[in-house]
């Protein structure tokens, strides 16, 4: 079974500092990932996704995350924080063998930005 | 309008009482899903489909049903409210074809049961 851990439910940050969110998943398979972003009143909207292709992926509005497989982590970050990025944040992964489509979240992190 | 619509967007019902929430669809996605988002516990998968007339449980499926049609709506019942059952409840699409493909979200239901 698939799951994913996000360390830390709160993560509060000033603007224009590093954005760090954590992110642990386990799969017994090679896994797909994905990073959600849910704002105030409005569905999950993807940031970015993990293929395969590249461990460094770059996603919308300046955001990235690294697949280190060593550490079975997908951690995103952001280099300078913007009031615009408070939100919370879900990270999500995939089994990329057989028919399952089906997403597994991790409880969310909710991101604070403070001026 | 494309996309993913979900209606009603708020409602307020009493325990008892059958509920049904609106899913549609526009791009022609296969698979389709249910997921409820409550506070510490991120989004739980209710209920999917993978085509017209297949569905499958997820991980909280219990006081739920579903049905699936026609490809494009993908409507989620309670059948007999609980308080429990007080959420928001997101209706997501995805394609069926292999790779990493994403799900994509409707805007939510805040379903609030008295």
């Known amino acids: 079974a698939q799951s994913v851990t996000q360390l830390g439910s709160h993560v509060s940050v000033s603007e224009g500092a590093l954005v760090l969110l954590r992110c642990n998943y386990s799969s017994s398979v090679p896994p797909y990932l994905f990073w959600y972003v849910q704002y105030p009143n409005q569905g999950l909207q993807l940031l970015l996704k993990?293929?395969?292709?590249?461990?460094l992926v770059k996603g919308i509005n300046g955001f990235e995350a690294e697949f280190k497989k060593s550490e079975t982590s997908f951690h995103l970050t952001k280099p300078s924080a913007h009031m615009s990025d408070a939100a919370e944040y879900f990270c999500a992964v995939r089994n990329s063998g057989g028919s399952n489509y089906k997403l597994t979240f991790g409880k969310g992190t909710l991101l604070t930005v403070n001026p | 309008d494309a996309g993913i619509t979900q209606s009603p967007r708020y409602k307020i019902t009493e325990t008892g009482r059958q509920v049904t929430l609106m899913c549609h669809q526009t791009w022609s996605h296969s698979y389709m899903f249910w997921y409820r988002q409550d506070l510490g516990h991120g989004l739980r998968l209710i209920y999917y489909?993978?085509?017209?007339?297949?569905?499958d449980k997820g991980e909280v499926p219990d006081g739920y049903v579903v049905s699936r049609s026609k490809t494009e709506n993908f409507p989620l019942t309670l059948e007999s409210a609980t308080r429990s059952q007080t959420s928001v409840y997101f209706c997501?699409?995805?394609?069926?074809?292999?790779?990493?493909?994403?799900?994509?979200f409707g805007p939510g239901t805040r379903l609030t049961v008295l």
């Open positions: 997501a699409s995805s394609e069926q074809r292999g790779g990493p493909l994403e799900q994509f």
């Open positions: 993990y293929t395969s292709a590249a461990t």
């Open positions: 489909s993978a085509a017209a007339d297949i569905t």
